[in-house]
């Protein structure tokens, strides 16, 4: 193979690829035996590289949006071969901090191909994204808000806009003038939302408000001050299912992770030797992060 000059952005791109714990990347170089020589495509200082590391250095690259030749995939897999030997020769798998993401980065490859066969035979029947609607949906009986605010950096400036209202100035007019806040832009509009959406104290204020009506006193959160105008109330909108079934199933697969996820630590000899690491839980549930982590691409 012709000698080629390895730029900073080839390195740092094909690093990224061998880094990311979500990509298809195979390491095991320590897992057993060498293979078979008919699947042996090439050797990097006597160390062979299968076909089955090209296919995943090739799926890896393709997986990140690249049209990628095999040709070219096995050139960066030559070049990361020859990085990481060179690593290895250096010690840097013995320092504690490269030693630590190599060993999480194993278990994260492991992890996701451990719930991928776990998920292969997992079905989500439309009888279980009815239940799993109804239950989402039993609870929204409640209102739901339209407001705009104006937001001050002081108490004072609020209080000056205020006085601009009640002089019958335009609230989306003083909000592009005045207001700090993202949505100036657009007249202070915040569109619908729900109490539990907003800040206590905001949440309070639009809920004493009638439809037209703003705060006659700024109302102090941790992001400013601000002056509210309620526009309008409704019962709070359920979604349809159809909009929102994408979403169920989503759950539902997640929920599964946590359960098997959690049925293995309940199994599991866990003992965390760091006094001021323990939980306030007993440890046998599982996260909706490790879930996601779990079940990355």
Not at 159 to 179: C, H, N, Q, R, T
Not at 271 to 294: K, M, R, V
């Amino acid at each position: 193979m012709n000698h080629r000059f390895l730029s900073a952005t080839l390195v740092a791109s094909m690093l990224l690829l061998s880094a990311c714990g979500g990509q298809e990347q195979s390491e095991a170089k320590d897992a057993g035996a060498a293979p078979e020589p008919d699947n042996v495509v090439a050797r990097v200082n006597g160390q062979p590289i299968s076909a089955v590391e090209l296919d995943a250095q090739v799926q890896a690259q393709s997986s990140r949006g690249q049209r990628v030749e095999r040709s070219s995939a096995l050139d960066q897999l030559i070049d990361l071969k020859v990085l990481a030997t060179a690593a290895e020769d250096q010690g840097l798998p013995e320092q504690p901090e490269i030693a630590a993401q190599i060993e999480r980065q194993r278990a994260a490859l492991l992890a996701q191909h451990l719930v991928r066969a776990q998920l292969a035979d997992f079905q989500v029947s439309e009888d279980d994204l009815r239940q799993a609607y109804e239950e989402h949906v039993s609870g929204m009986d409640g209102k739901e808000y339209k407001a705009s605010h104006i937001l001050l950096d002081d108490e004072d400036k609020a209080k000056e806009v205020i006085s601009k209202l009640d002089d019958g100035g335009d609230f989306a007019a003083l909000a592009k003038e005045y207001s700090t806040g993202p949505t100036s832009s657009r007249g202070g509009d915040l569109g619908w939302f729900q109490p539990d959406q907003m800040v206590e104290a905001f949440a309070d204020a639009a809920r004493k408000l009638e439809p037209g009506e703003y705060t006659e006193k700024p109302v102090k959160t941790r992001f400013g001050w601000h002056v509210v105008k309620l526009e309008d109330v409704r019962d709070m909108q359920k979604p349809k299912f159809e909009d929102i079934k994408s979403k169920l199933r989503n759950q539902l697969v997640s929920q599964h992770v946590q359960d098997y996820i959690a049925s293995l630590r309940d199994k599991a000899d866990v003992a965390i030797t760091d006094d001021s690491l323990e939980t306030s839980g007993d440890g046998s549930e599982a996260t909706p992060e490790a879930a996601e982590q779990a079940t990355e691409d």
